[in-house]
């Protein structure tokens, strides 16, 4: 089955930097890349996702990337904020099966 | 409001002793399904649903059971809980199992002492 491993499992980054997370899949048939928020205490959420016939997604301050062929996607976070402050998840699936394989996600923490 | 519902929040109980937490989708989706969170492990799936009496297993099902008798329902049921299924459990659904959003519940934090 597919086998999703994601990278770093913390990062502090200052206000106003990057912040990038990358994630790598096992299954050449997966196709759908979405990417989760969770805030303390709350229910993850969905922030961008991204199909496999596409290599890059923008949506403001977020971008997803996909290589193919090296089975990686990258989530890249401009000009960070205190409230990107969460944890992130990756997570891969495939029409076939539909199953979301969730990465163990990522402590972002935001510093002012 | 579009939302799935889980109850209950919080839930402390006894080895052994048979419990339900249901879920609830008001957004006509076909596809429902559980997970657990635990530090360090992120989401794993423990049952998925794909439609009306169609579940399946997802990576992590021991010691647990699900049914979907009616679209908007699927309910987890541990028959004998023990304390290594203490941990923080959401529900989720998306429109179909074809790469669509999941929406998740607001999740029910169980203890099992």
């Known amino acids: 089955g597919e086998n999703v491993e994601q990278h770093p499992s913390t990062l502090s980054v200052q206000e106003g930097d990057s912040a990038v997370i990358k994630c790598t899949y096992s299954d050449s048939a997966s196709n759908y890349f979405p990417w989760y928020k969770q805030e303390l205490g709350k229910r993850p959420q969905l922030i961008i996702d991204i199909r496999s016939n596409v290599g890059e997604k923008k949506d403001q301050r977020i971008a997803v990337t996909l290589n193919k062929t090296a089975k990686h996607f990258s989530l890249h976070i401009t000009e960070t904020q205190p409230e990107d402050s969460a944890v992130y998840f990756c997570a891969a699936s495939t029409d076939s099966w539909g199953k979301l394989q969730f990465g163990a996600g990522t402590q972002v923490v935001v510093t002012p | 409001e579009a939302q799935v519902t889980q109850n209950p929040r919080y839930l402390i109980t006894v080895t052994g002793k048979k419990l339900t937490v249901t879920c609830s989708q008001n957004m006509n989706h076909e596809y429902m399904s559980w997970y657990r969170q635990d530090p360090g492990l992120g989401l794993r799936q423990i049952y998925y649903?794909?439609?009306?009496?169609?579940?399946d297993k997802g990576d992590v099902p021991e010691g647990y059971k699900v049914s979907r008798k009616e679209k908007r329902n699927f309910p987890l049921i541990l028959e004998s809980p023990s304390p290594n299924q203490t941990s923080l459990y959401f529900c989720?659904?998306?429109?179909?199992?074809?790469?669509?959003?999941?929406?998740f519940g607001q999740g029910t934090r169980l203890t099992v002492v």
């Open positions: 649903s794909m439609n009306v009496e169609v579940t």
């Open positions: 989720a659904s998306s429109l179909s199992i074809r790469g669509t959003e999941a929406f």
